[in-house]
């Protein structure tokens, strides 16, 4: 082996493609899956088809292509490049590991407290969800027995092997969920949703039977035959009769979320791991949904402290408006006192002329009108409530208040007579 370089010979390379899935390979040697069956187009290689190691991990008989010699012996060996595994200067035990993240790390405890597991080979005394999915499959057929074609249709979907791996596998499930204190439901369908309650959490999941999709090309005359000219291709699904198990609520990406069926690794071996990503699932849901509250709890004071801080701003400029308008009576109040002496100067001095018992009548209505408004004379110099409430509206509709909106103006005095009010 050279630097960066792994020499491997054709048979090598066919054994180890066959024996191990090119992905996994593919990682193994440090390149891409798609690079490695490059390599191996270009040598004559045969590769997997889509969907080989589902079928023969579910027992089907898989086929497997010799391996033909070439006629240039010059070839032997097959060079694989190794570019994307970078040789690093630090040395191993130098290198800082990867962190797990805190969903890693409740998954990892998690199973170490599940500890193994075993799933029945038989399924005795079913659970509730799977009785109930049992009975409704009987009821049904019975129903389609009794209808006109039901001969055609009364096909047990349960009774196939498949279908009571399912079964057996999600009543071990369902059992260990509840004995760890969650509730399990499940859509009246056997294939429906089924998911897992852990107090205000839910975890849902997903078990279908493997399906195998591939594109296949049409020739003009097959799309013609099948009434889809035009197309020149159609995608095909093929069972595989292999089972997959998925977590559908979130989870970190170093925390397994979905699990299946592999080569000598059936599902049935997985189990305790499945059960460890549903708790640990529950988990982040916990986490997730707690941090949601405390941002919402947040930002309800947040607000309120907004609200609190508004209205003391209110509040305080209420007072200054109060004060304004205090100071505004005050100096209306000494206008109607310079008045009031203007007049009674104009009367000593004959540019007035007024009737005795009128000008003493009018002397003391003004005078009483400029000691009701004085704050000074009413005792409310000191005072912090509005004398007008308009000046206040006036207020919530602008973002400042002007004493020249209302104060400078006479008749406001004159039109609102506040002290005559209540």
């Known amino acids: 082996m050279t630097k960066g370089t792994l020499r491997l010979t054709r048979r090598e390379l066919y054994d180890r493609v066959w024996k191990t899935p090119v992905d996994q390979l593919a990682k193994e040697l440090g390149m891409s899956g798609r690079g490695l069956a490059k390599v191996c187009e270009r040598h004559g290689i045969p590769v997997p088809p889509r969907g080989y190691w589902a079928r023969k991990s579910a027992g089907q008989r898989v086929k497997r292509p010799s391996l033909l ?37 409740l998954f990892d405890r998690l199973l170490e407290e599940i500890g193994p597991l075993k799933v029945p080979r038989q399924l005795r005394n079913p659970h509730r969800i799977i009785r109930d999915w049992l009975n409704e499959e009987q009821i049904e057929l019975e129903r389609t027995r009794d209808s006109l074609y039901g001969r055609r249709k009364s096909k047990s979907v349960l009774a196939t092997p498949l279908a009571r791996r399912r079964l057996r596998i999600l009543d071990t499930l369902f059992r260990e969920l509840e004995r760890r204190g969650f509730k399990v439901q499940a859509e009246r369908s056997h294939w429906a949703g089924v998911w897992a309650l852990h107090g205000h959490d839910r975890v849902d999941m997903n078990f279908y039977e493997r399906v195998l999709s ?11 035959k099948m009434g889809l000219a035009g197309r020149k291709w159609i995608e095909t699904r093929e069972a595989t ?21 592999e080569e000598g690794k059936p599902l049935e071996t997985k189990i305790a791991e499945m059960l460890a990503g549903i708790m640990a699932a529950a988990g982040q849901e916990a986490a997730r949904r707690e941090q949601r509250e405390e941002e919402e709890r947040q930002r309800y004071r947040e607000a309120e402290e907004q609200r609190r801080l508004e209205a003391e701003y209110r509040a305080e ?70 004398l007008c409430e308009e000046d206040a509206v006036q207020h919530d509709s602008h973002t400042h208040f002007s004493p020249t909106n209302t104060l400078a103006d006479p008749g406001w005095f004159w039109g609102h007579r506040w002290w005559l009010k209540g």
């Open 214 to 224: 591939q594109r296949q090309r049409l020739s003009p005359e097959e799309a013609a």
């Open 317 to 386: 400029r209420l007072k200054e408006v109060a004060l304004q308008q205090r100071a505004a009576a005050w100096r209306l109040a000494g206008d109607l006192r310079s008045y009031v002496a203007a007049i009674l100067s104009a009367v000593a001095d004959g540019g007035l002329q007024a009737n005795e018992e009128d000008l003493e009548r009018w002397l003391t209505w003004a005078r009483g009108h400029a000691d009701a408004i004085d704050p000074l004379s009413s005792g409310d110099a000191l005072g912090t409530e509005l």
């Open 69 to 105: 010699d070439i006629a240039d012996p010059r070839y032997p060996e097959v060079p694989v490049n190794l570019r994307l595994r970078k040789p690093s200067d630090t040395p191993v035990e130098e290198q800082t590991p990867i962190t797990p993240s805190p969903g890693r790390e």
């Open 241 to 261: 009769g292999a089972l997959d198990f998925s977590v559908k609520s979130w989870l970190p990406k170093d925390v397994p979320s979905s699990w299946g069926d």
